[in-house]
Structures are given as structure tokens and as C-alpha cells.
């Protein structure tokens, strides 16, 4: 079983003729409104790979919050510890979108934010009996710290995003930053080539190994000393966005059926490479037979 402990948002996407300035109004067109935040869309991702997917998370009392539940509990993922959290509003992400395809994000976190140690205390069963828990940066660290300690399996956590002062859990096994998270978290540039992106990742300790996702050009591997790079699959890319979602999704199952980090990544590869074939979030995330068929040719 995988844990998910993370955040759930509702994403509501304006196009806009030209981003407003401070103290401007524009007038956008109609609404699109999509289940999202990196800890419902990894647990979808994972979900629909042939998973099974427990979640630990907290939205409102609000319309947003069915939307939410719904979303999660049609892919299979079991909803048993998300809580409902009186006064305060589900996560919501309000997107506007340009006609060059620019976008301005604001993230309320809302009840991601009131995600904390009690919840994961709460789940503590789930959490020991996990085989892969998986944990990202938009509930409170301290949730992270928690979900990491009491964790039977392995722990995966992707540092996204890069929030400024996040610390990450002492015991990580898998990290999985991209080249702008690995910056955050090293202090260093945002490093561009193979080398630069070895030096980089060598420079974080306190994880078992590191994955690098790096868009196009796939991942690096760091597991002790060695490194491996294992390039991108060859698609024609729509829409990336959760492009690093479903890469997480895919190689928690992967690491759950017991893969190895390597063979993991390398799956994991060519979900993620399917979905930004496709455009949308939770929509292009691949399923199990379509990435089977992906890597049979
Ligand atoms: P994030 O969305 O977190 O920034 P990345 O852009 O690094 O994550 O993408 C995650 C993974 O998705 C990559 O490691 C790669 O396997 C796959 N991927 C992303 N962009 C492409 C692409 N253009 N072609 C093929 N695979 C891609």
C-alpha cells in the first residue's frame, strides 16, 4: 500500500487577455475548474498505475471539498484519512492564463494548512504498514516530519515546491527535487548541465538516494557515490504541467512492488513522458496499460 500525505486543491483557471497589474481589473473569460495540489494529483497518479492508494489530508466544509473527495475516492484512492475542517476553506489554486499560455498562480492553502502531526499520529497504522509514503511542500513541514518518523517503508519525498526555509524530514530514503528545487535546497544556482546537477544533488545529505528530474532531459540517479543519468523518452510534449505528479506517482508504485530505484525510475520515465503528451494535471496522468504498451513499443 502507498500513503499520500499531502494536499488537495481545487485549481480554478481564468484566461485573461494580459495579467493584471497591482490595482488594475481585467475582465477574463469563462471559468474551467480541475482537481488538483501535488498530493491529490501523485495519489491519482499512483491510483491509476494499478496502486493502492491510501490518503492523508485535510480540506474544508465547503463545495470544493466534495470535488475533492470525489475526484480522489472515483480513482480508488481511500479517503478514510482526510479530514473535514470546520471554518476554513479547501485549498484552492487561482490560475490565470494568457493568451501566450503565461500563467500567474495564487496558492490558498487553506485546510492544507492545518495539516499537521495529529493527522499523521491519527493514520499511524497506515503510515507503518505503507510500503511508500510520499510526502511534497504544501502542507506544513511539521506534517512531513511526522508522516517521515512513523513511516514503516520506504519514505519519497519531493521537495516541490520550493519553498523558502522548508526543511525537508531528517529520514528520507528517495528525495525527488527538479533543477530549481535542488537549488532552493542546496543554495546554489539552478544547475544546468549533467555535472553541475552531480554536484549539486552530492551536496544533500540525510537521503538514501537522490532523483533529479530533469524535463526533458529525464533524470539523474544519485546513490552514494555513483550516478547514473537515464535519458527522457522521445515524445511530443502538449502541456508538462505535473509532469514531476505523475513521475512521483509512477515510481512510488513501482518502488512498492519492490523495483529497484533504478528500474523504478526508469518506469516512472515513461508514465511521466505519456502524460505531457496530454494536456491538463489529473486528466494526462497515464494509466498501468498504457504505459505497458508505451514501453513495448
Ligand atoms: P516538474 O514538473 O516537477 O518540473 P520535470 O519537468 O522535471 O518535473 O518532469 C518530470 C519527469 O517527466 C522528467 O524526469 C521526465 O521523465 C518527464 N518529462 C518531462 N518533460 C518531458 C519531455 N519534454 N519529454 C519527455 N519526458 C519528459
Same mark, same amino acid.
Given at each position: 500500500?502507498?500513503?499520500?500525505?499531502?494536499?488537495?486543491?481545487?485549481?480554478?483557471?481564468?484566461?485573461?487577455?494580459?495579467?493584471?497589474?497591482?490595482?488594475?481589473?481585467?475582465?477574463?473569460?469563462?471559468?474551467?475548474?480541475?482537481?488538483?495540489?501535488?498530493?491529490?494529483?501523485?495519489?491519482?497518479? $499512483?491510483?491509476? /498505475?494499478? +496502486?493502492?492508494?491510501?490518503?492523508?489530508?485535510?480540506?474544508?466544509?465547503?463545495?470544493?471539498?466534495?470535488?475533492?473527495?470525489?475526484?480522489?475516492?472515483?480513482?480508488?484512492?481511500?479517503?478514510?484519512?482526510?479530514?473535514?475542517?470546520?471554518?476554513? $476553506?479547501?485549498?484552492?489554486?487561482?490560475?490565470?492564463?494568457?493568451?501566450?499560455?503565461?500563467?500567474?498562480?495564487?496558492?490558498?492553502? +487553506?485546510?492544507?494548512?492545518?495539516?499537521?502531526?495529529?493527522?499523521?499520529?491519527?493514520?499511524?497504522?497506515?503510515?507503518?504498514?505503507?510500503?511508500?509514503?510520499?510526502?511534497?511542500?504544501?502542507?506544513?513541514?511539521?506534517?512531513?516530519?511526522?508522516? $517521515?518518523?512513523?513511516?514503516?517503508?520506504?519514505?519519497?519525498? &519531493?521537495?516541490?515546491?520550493?519553498?523558502?526555509?522548508?526543511?525537508?524530514?531528517?529520514?528520507?530514503?528517495?528525495?525527488?527535487? &527538479?533543477?530549481?528545487? /535542488?537549488?532552493?535546497?542546496?543554495?546554489?544556482?539552478?544547475?544546468?548541465?549533467?555535472?553541475?546537477?552531480?554536484?549539486? $544533488?552530492?551536496? /544533500?545529505?540525510?537521503?538514501?538516494?537522490?532523483?533529479?528530474?530533469?524535463?526533458?532531459? +529525464?533524470?539523474?540517479?544519485?546513490?552514494?557515490?555513483?550516478?547514473?543519468?537515464?535519458?527522457?523518452?522521445?515524445?511530443?510534449?502538449?502541456?508538462?504541467?505535473?509532469?514531476?505528479?505523475?513521475?512521483?506517482?509512477?515510481?512510488?508504485?513501482?518502488?512498492?512492488? +519492490?523495483?529497484?530505484?533504478?528500474?523504478?525510475?526508469?518506469?516512472?520515465?515513461?508514465?511521466?513522458?505519456?502524460?505531457?503528451?496530454?494536456?491538463?494535471?489529473?486528466?494526462?496522468?497515464?494509466?498501468?496499460?498504457?504505459?505497458?504498451?508505451?514501453?513495448?513499443?
Amino acid at each position: 500500500m502507498i500513503a499520500v500525505v499531502g494536499s488537495l486543491n481545487l485549481d480554478l483557471v481564468a484566461p485573461v487577455p494580459q495579467h493584471p497589474v497591482p490595482g488594475e481589473t481585467v475582465l477574463g473569460g469563462d471559468i474551467a475548474q480541475h482537481p488538483g495540489g501535488k498530493g491529490a494529483n501523485q495519489a491519482v497518479a $499512483a491510483a491509476r /498505475l494499478g +496502486g493502492n492508494v491510501a490518503f492523508v489530508g485535510r480540506v474544508g466544509e465547503d463545495d470544493a471539498a466534495d470535488v475533492m473527495l470525489d475526484a480522489v475516492r472515483s480513482e480508488g484512492v481511500d479517503a478514510t484519512h482526510i479530514t473535514r475542517t470546520p471554518g476554513v $476553506a479547501t485549498g484552492r489554486a487561482l490560475i490565470a492564463v494568457d493568451p501566450v499560455g503565461e500563467n500567474t498562480i495564487i496558492v490558498s492553502p +487553506g485546510a492544507n494548512g492545518r495539516v499537521g502531526a495529529a493527522d499523521c499520529e491519527a493514520a499511524a497504522d497506515l503510515l507503518r504498514k505503507a510500503a511508500v509514503t510520499v510526502l511534497q511542500q504544501e502542507v506544513p513541514d511539521e506534517a512531513n516530519h511526522a508522516a $517521515a518518523r512513523l513511516a514503516g517503508g520506504i519514505v519519497l519525498h &519531493n521537495p516541490a515546491p520550493a519553498v523558502a526555509g522548508a526543511v525537508p524530514p531528517p529520514h528520507v530514503d528517495v528525495l525527488v527535487p &527538479n533543477r530549481t528545487e /535542488l537549488a532552493a535546497l542546496t543554495g546554489t544556482p539552478v544547475p544546468e548541465t549533467i555535472d553541475e546537477v552531480v554536484a549539486a $544533488a552530492r551536496k /544533500l545529505t540525510g537521503a538514501g538516494a537522490v532523483l533529479v528530474t530533469l524535463g526533458g532531459d +529525464g533524470v539523474l540517479l544519485l546513490e552514494g557515490t555513483a550516478h547514473l543519468h537515464i535519458p527522457a523518452f522521445t515524445v511530443r510534449p502538449v502541456d508538462t504541467t505535473a509532469a514531476g505528479d505523475s513521475f512521483c506517482g509512477a515510481l512510488a508504485v513501482a518502488l512498492a512492488e +519492490g523495483r529497484t530505484l533504478e528500474q523504478a525510475a526508469r518506469w516512472a520515465c515513461a508514465a511521466a513522458a505519456i502524460s505531457t503528451t496530454r494536456a491538463g494535471a489529473q486528466p494526462s496522468l497515464a494509466r498501468r496499460d498504457e504505459v505497458e504498451a508505451f514501453l513495448a513499443g
